[in-house]
């Protein structure tokens, strides 16, 4: 039964706003507001709860303990004493952000037909730079089994920003793909954070065809104007590609592959006309998942501020008129991740495989859920104010929930190693 699993990130119980990541609007934007943990956690449970009622399969993937204890070790320093950015960076939420965490290559577009994970190093941001042996200790236990092999990361300084500069087009999931690399080139006011050299990196350690596998240039507009990431301007599923009209430097010879690659492909192509870039980041309405539900048709799951824009929810009403590829939306509520530069896409990762194969405690039903709301409602913290990050029964409040949700699912070694 190989199909697409997506594994979202639970929010951990330090999810603050620091304003950490320059170039994600949102997240400069809301620095120095307070958070609710509580809330982010549980708005994340009900769009995975709303992921299971469309018949999709459903994993996680854990918070990591915080502060990073060990990366303010190799800095000499101890959280106490640490500089007040460097207690920040320590103590930040964001692997919640599954869809940074690796880049997946489904088994039937690699040589030794195994489903391939390189694990994401983020080396562009220092608060996130230090996510990856966390994150590569739990894909190795998830996907521990021969169907999988994961990948440490791609060294510095190329940096690699995982599924979210990733796309894969195809005909149904389990058949060979195209597989589109999304780089960036330095020069506008913020960081392009995925390195063409990373790009292909992985595409050579995955086994890719090299035929199959297209290298594609963000445009340089679309980061300055906030698109941190690719998937924030264009998102792809089976057949389909939705994108702003700007999202890629060169689209027309973009799209001119696609279509020789893949003849059936269906483009379709949000003009700036209609919905302008600024209004597309602002409203994230590509920053959605496009899945595939029981029956083949497609749905768009976007987050509440797509349906608050104007144009943005025009745009679409005309689309599902239309009878276009894109035929039900869903709405879900993630504001507080969406207030940190997160939308529905950024909390999952990917993976095509056949579920059977995945460690069962990664996988979640409805009572697994019920499970995992039940230690978020008593454990995490209601409210996080900035100028509490450094308070130690805050400190100690996110370390007992951190350890009782490993307790709940049975996987404390993660925290125990």
């Given at each position: ?99 940074n965490a690796a880049t997946v290559s489904p088994a039937a577009d690699c040589a030794d037909r195994r489903c391939h994970l390189t694990v994401a190093n983020l080396v562009t ?65 913020f960081p392009a954070r995925q390195h063409r050299e990373a790009s292909e990196a992985i595409a050579r350690g995955h086994g890719l065809d090299p035929a199959r596998t297209l ?202 190693n």
């Open positions: 039964m190989i199909q697409e699993v997506n594994f979202d990130g639970i929010v951990g119980p330090s999810h603050n706003y620091a304003g950490l990541s320059p170039g994600n609007l949102a997240a400069s934007r809301n620095a120095g507001a307070t958070s609710h943990p509580r809330a982010a956690a549980l708005q994340g449970i009900e769009k995975m709860r709303r992921n299971l009622a469309l018949g999709l399969a459903q994993g996680v993937l854990l918070p990591h303990p915080r502060p990073n204890h060990r990366w303010l070790g190799s800095l000499n320093s101890d959280y106490g004493h640490a500089a007040p950015h460097l207690q920040a960076r320590a103590f930040s939420a964001s692997p919640m952000w599954a869809a941001m220092p608060h996130r730079s230090h996510e990856w042996p966390t994150t590569l200790a739990q894909l190795r236990l998830a996907f521990a089994a021969s169907d999988f092999f994961v990948h440490p990361p791609v060294p510095a300084p190329f940096g690699d920003e995982g599924a979210a500069n990733h796309m894969r087009l195809c005909t149904t999931h389990d058949a060979p793909g195209v597989e589109v690399f999304v780089y960036g080139e330095t020069g506008g006011p290298f594609v240039q963000q445009s340089e507009e679309a980061i300055a104007a906030g698109a941190f990431h690719n998937d924030v301007v264009a998102v792809a599923n089976e057949r389909t590609l939705f994108t702003h009209e700007r999202a890629f430097a060169d689209p027309a010879s973009f799209y001119a592959d696609l279509r020789r690659l893949m003849p059936e492909v269906e483009i379709v192509e949000v003009a700036d006309a209609k919905v302008s870039l600024a209004e597309a980041i602002q409203s994230y309405i590509f920053n959605a998942q496009l899945v595939s539900v029981p029956g083949g048709s497609q749905t768009l799951i976007v987050p509440g501020e797509a349906r608050d824009s104007a144009p943005v929810w025009s745009w679409l009403q005309d689309h599902l008129a239309s009878n276009g590829p894109i035929r039900a939306v869903e709405v879900v509520d993630v504001r507080e991740s969406m207030a940190n530069g997160g939308g529905p896409a950024c909390l999952r990762l990917r993976v095509v495989c056949d579920p059977a194969t995945v460690d069962p405690r990664f996988m979640v039903d409805a009572a697994k859920l019920d499970l995992i709301a039940d230690v978020v409602s008593t454990d995490w913290p209601e409210a996080i104010a900035f100028d509490r990050i450094g308070d130690p029964a805050l400190l100690r409040q996110v370390d007992q929930a951190h350890r009782a949700l490993h307790e709940a699912l049975d996987l404390v070694r993660l925290i125990d």
